[in-house]
């Protein structure tokens, strides 16, 4: 399966943006997926996960309130919807399909999208 983020630019602090991850090669039917994001010298960190099939959904603790993850099923997306936009938000943002584990560590994920580049200027 082949992930593929987009969404990503730049914007000002206070706006919002819409990520979208999209699956080719096969259906997200059987997969959750998260969102990670990468800041420059940082690690990747957990951002949101969803169940495919439920929409249940979980965020980082610095998220929560400002970001919300969203599936089409019968698109085949997920969607990262991000309000409120701060500059610690800056980072490359990227989608992974779940694996098994704990949903916040990125070593739970099986594929993983290119990434998408978002930064929020103050």
């Known amino acids: 399966v082949q992930l593929q983020a987009s969404g990503g630019g730049l914007v000002q602090a206070g706006d919002s943006l819409r990520l979208s991850c999209a699956a080719s090669g096969r259906t997200f039917s059987d997969l959750d997926l998260g969102w990670f994001r990468q800041a420059p010298g940082k690690e990747r960190e957990f951002v949101a996960f969803t169940t495919w099939r439920t929409g249940n959904t979980y965020y980082a603790d610095s998220v929560k309130g400002r970001f919300t993850i969203s599936r089409d099923t019968a698109k085949n997306q997920v969607f990262l919807q991000m309000n409120n936009l701060k500059p610690e938000d800056t980072a490359v943002y990227y989608c992974?399909?779940?694996?098994?584990?704990?949903?916040?560590?990125?070593?739970?994920?099986?594929?993983w999208g290119q990434g998408t580049l978002v930064t929020v200027s103050s």
């Open positions: 992974g399909a779940f694996g098994g584990g704990p949903i916040y560590s990125d070593r739970s994920y099986r594929y």
